[in-house]
């Protein structure tokens, strides 16, 4: 029979050993139920962080493509403004070559406008001096022309009525004549008849006489000699009557011919007066024709000077309009510049934007890799006693290393939320 000490030694060491297997049983169990609850605790931070990394690249992806949206965008308008400044420096050089062209042409027309304006000066103030010369002239003429037209008026009344009274008397006297011829042609019948019937009367009385003659001879011989001498004296003073009737219209005759030889001659005489007049009244009439034909072109050169004018304010007016559209385009230039300045800014910040947001992922990525390396390296390094002391002395080391990485990515993961929520509320 052993001892008794000893079996209560043996007793004590193997209820020793059964405590202290149990400990380590219980501590064994708890290590490895802190180990199985780390690695849930670590595997849904892994998840976590993946998640965030997949959202991050998510976010990446999108600003990405925004960056290469805002590129194209950028190109398209780098081309555009390209194209624009071309077309507007083109457009701006057309407009300034036109509008030089323009002025030149201004002033040109300005100087032939000045000159043509001198010119048109000097001629109308030379016209206006020789028209009122001519018209002080003509005037002067005309007056004098009106006294000897009135006189000729009246001279013409007069001749006129000289003519009236001449072609009266000349039918008058060409009547009287023609009564005249008529008379003396019935008085020569007349007389020849006269002379005929007195011859044969004479004759006839000679006879008688020469019978009673010869009867009275026997009677009585004077009283037949008076009766004939007093027959013969009756009828020489017939005979002296008719002469002097002759006479009488010949001297009327002779009378009525010298008043036309006077009329004639007061016709040779008027006549180079009213021809000379005639001439002077056309040649005035000439002249007043030269004066309203020099009018009328002073009035088509004025014509043409205000059509000069008015072309001149054309020309004025289409510069200031010029003029006005190249400020237009100059400030459509100024625009497209802001607006170009603005876009390269925009783009300046949106790279900027995207270098941040590279950096960013770059942290991230290393902050997911670190972690992940941490973890790797927390699984691997399993410590060989299981004891709880050990178990929780390596989590604790876990998670300082992962407090550590995470304290490193706070700056970057903080911004990065934070732009995160303003992209969702934005």
Same mark, same amino acid.
């Given at each position: 029979m052993p001892p008794k000490g000893k079996v209560n030694k043996?007793? @004590?060491? &193997? %209820?020793?050993? %059964?405590?202290?297997?149990?400990v380590n049983s219980r501590e064994r169990n708890a290590g490895d139920s802190l180990a199985e609850f780390s690695r849930e605790y670590y595997n849904m931070q892994i998840r976590d962080l993946e998640h965030q990394l997949g959202k991050y690249k998510q976010k990446y992806d999108e600003l990405e493509v925004q960056q290469k949206d805002f590129s =194209?965008?950028?190109? @398209?308008?780098?081309?555009?403004k390209k194209d624009i400044v071309l077309y507007l420096k083109k457009t701006l050089t057309q407009r300034e070559d036109d509008l030089s062209d323009l002025s030149e042409q201004l002033l040109r027309l300005q100087q032939a406008k000045e000159a043509e304006k001198e010119s048109f000066e000097k001629q109308l103030a030379q016209l206006r001096q020789d028209f009122q010369e001519n018209k002080d002239q003509l005037t002067s003429e =005309?007056? !004098?022309?009106?006294?000897?037209?009135?006189s000729l008026e009246e001279f013409r009344v007069q001749k006129d009525e000289l003519m009236e009274r001449l072609v009266a008397q000349e039918e008058q006297l060409e009547k009287q004549r023609k009564e005249h011829q008529l008379v003396i042609q019935n008085?020569?019948?007349? =007389? !020849?008849?006269?002379?005929? &019937?007195? &011859?044969?009367?004479?004759? #006839?009385?000679i006879v008688t006489m020469a019978a009673e003659?010869?009867? !009275? @001879?026997?009677?009585?011989?004077?009283? @037949?000699t008076m009766r004939a001498i007093r027959e013969n004296l009756s009828v020489t003073t017939q005979l002296c009557k008719l002469s002097e009737k002759t006479q009488e219209l010949i001297e009327e005759n002779k009378v009525l011919r010298e008043r036309e030889e006077q009329l004639k001659r007061e016709m040779a005489v008027l006549k180079p007066l009213l021809k000379d007049n005639t001439k002077r009244n056309l040649s005035n009439h000439k002249v007043l024709h030269q004066l309203t034909m020099q009018c009328n072109e002073q009035c088509i050169k004025l014509k043409e000077y205000e059509n000069s004018q008015t #072309?001149?304010?054309?020309? #004025?007016?289409?510069?200031?309009?010029?003029?006005?559209? !190249? &400020?237009?385009?100059?400030?459509?230039? /100024?625009?497209?510049?802001?607006?170009?300045?603005?876009n390269n800014t925009e783009a300046e910040k949106l790279t900027k934007d995207l270098e941040r947001e590279k950096d960013r992922r770059g942290k991230l990525e290393k902050v997911q890799q670190e972690v992940a390396k941490?973890?790797?390296? /927390?699984l691997k390094e399993v410590p060989k006693e299981n004891t709880a002391t050990t178990i929780l002395s390596h989590r604790n080391q876990l998670m300082w290393n992962l407090l550590i990485v995470l304290d490193n990515a706070k700056p970057c993961l903080t911004e990065f939320i934070k732009e995160t929520q303003e992209y969702k509320t934005g």
């Open positions: 043996d007793l @004590t060491e &193997k %209820t020793g050993k %059964t405590k202290s297997e149990r =194209n965008q950028y190109s @398209t308008l780098e081309r555009e =005309n007056m !004098v022309l009106v006294g000897k037209l009135a008085l020569e019948r007349k =007389n !020849v008849l006269d002379n005929d &019937k007195l &011859k044969k009367e004479m004759q #006839q009385h003659l010869r009867l !009275v @001879t026997e009677r009585k011989m004077p009283d @037949t #072309q001149f304010s054309r020309l #004025q007016e289409d510069h200031n309009m010029l003029q006005q559209d !190249v &400020k237009g385009l100059r400030q459509e230039i /100024a625009l497209l510049r802001e607006e170009l300045e603005q941490a973890m790797k390296q /927390a």
